[in-house]
């Protein structure tokens, strides 16, 4: 998902909202059916599922996969459009993974999730009206003792989103955000990948990934 070229650099909630239902009118199901990001997947290998906050879940692709691979979710957006699609979407393809979903609407960045209460902290693609910073020690104090935090992001040098300065984000930014007394860093890095567009095609991302074990 991308920002919409020439679009303003104000990411807030009308901005999101209307991002959401454009994409609705223009696709008429959004995002639906799109995969769940290749390095959540990496990521969640291995961990034993407890309880996962997917923070600025847009349609929902992750916050499924995470439920239906036995985590509890609370899935986060600020786009109460979002939601809407993401939930209706979530219960009519795996009914029995909508049961484990939490959906809230809030402002990330204004009304923090509830501190060390998860063992899996995922963003992905979430660029918000503060700074990057911001939105990294705010998920931060998110996760548990002995827990992950995940952030993907757009890196300066994806072509696909060169229009949009401020979505991007360097994995020395998000890095520099844990306090190395609390945070084991497991990877930060750039990744190039190829994502799917949902109209069979593909195109070539470069993330940043973020990828980190907060200190028991
Ligand atoms: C580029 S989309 C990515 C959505 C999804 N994570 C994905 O990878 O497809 C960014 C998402 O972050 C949400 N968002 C932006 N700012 C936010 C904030 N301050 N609090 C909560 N969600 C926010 C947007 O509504 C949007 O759904």
Same mark, same amino acid.
């Given at each position: 998902?991308?920002?919409?070229?020439?679009?303003?650099?104000?990411? &807030?909630?009308?901005?999101?909202?209307?991002?959401?239902?454009?994409? &609705?009118?223009?696709?008429?199901?959004?995002?639906?059916?799109?995969?769940?990001?290749? @390095?959540?997947?990496?990521?969640?290998?291995?961990?034993?599922?407890?309880?996962?906050?997917?923070?600025?879940?847009?349609?929902?692709?992750?916050?499924?996969?995470?439920?239906?691979?036995?985590?509890?979710?609370?899935?986060? &957006?600020?786009?109460?459009?979002?939601?809407?699609?993401?939930?209706?979407?979530?219960?009519?393809?795996?009914?029995?993974?909508?049961?484990?979903?939490?959906?809230?609407?809030?402002?990330?960045?204004?009304?923090?999730?509830?501190?060390?209460?998860?063992?899996?902290?995922?963003?992905?693609?979430?660029?918000?009206?503060?700074?990057?910073?911001?939105?990294?020690?705010?998920?931060?104090?998110?996760?548990?003792?002995?827990?992950?935090?995940?952030?993907?992001? @757009?890196?300066?040098?994806?072509?696909?989103?060169? &229009?949009?300065?401020?979505?991007?984000?360097?994995?020395?930014?998000?890095?520099?955000?844990?306090?190395?007394?609390?945070?084991?860093?497991?990877?930060?890095?750039?990744?190039?990948?190829?994502?799917?567009?949902?109209?069979?095609?593909?195109?070539?991302?470069?993330?940043?990934?973020?990828?980190?074990?907060?200190?028991?």
């Amino acid at each position: 998902m991308s920002a919409h070229s020439g679009a303003p650099q104000e990411f &807030d909630r009308a901005y999101w909202e209307e991002h959401y239902r454009g994409a &609705d009118r223009e696709h008429g199901h959004g995002g639906a059916g799109l995969p769940p990001n290749p @390095h959540l997947l990496a990521a969640a290998q291995g961990l034993a599922p407890g309880r996962a906050l997917d923070a600025g879940c847009g349609h929902g692709a992750e916050a499924a996969w995470l439920a239906a691979n036995g985590w509890r979710v609370r899935a986060v &957006d600020i786009s109460a459009a979002a939601l809407e699609r993401a939930r209706e979407r979530v219960r009519a393809a795996r009914p029995e993974a909508a049961e484990r979903i939490e959906w809230a609407q809030a402002d990330l960045t204004a009304r923090p999730p509830e501190a060390a209460a998860f063992e899996l902290v995922c963003s992905h693609y979430v660029h918000t009206a503060a700074p990057p910073s911001t939105l990294v020690e705010t998920l931060a104090a998110a996760v548990a003792p002995g827990g992950t935090l995940l952030v993907v992001g @757009h890196h300066p040098d994806d072509a696909h989103h060169a &229009d949009t300065p401020g979505a991007h984000l360097t994995p020395q930014e998000a890095a520099s955000a844990l306090d190395p007394e609390h945070w084991e860093v497991l990877t930060a890095e750039k990744a190039t990948r190829q994502a799917a567009t949902g109209h069979g095609g593909g195109i070539p991302l470069t993330d940043t990934v973020l990828r980190a074990r907060r200190r028991g």
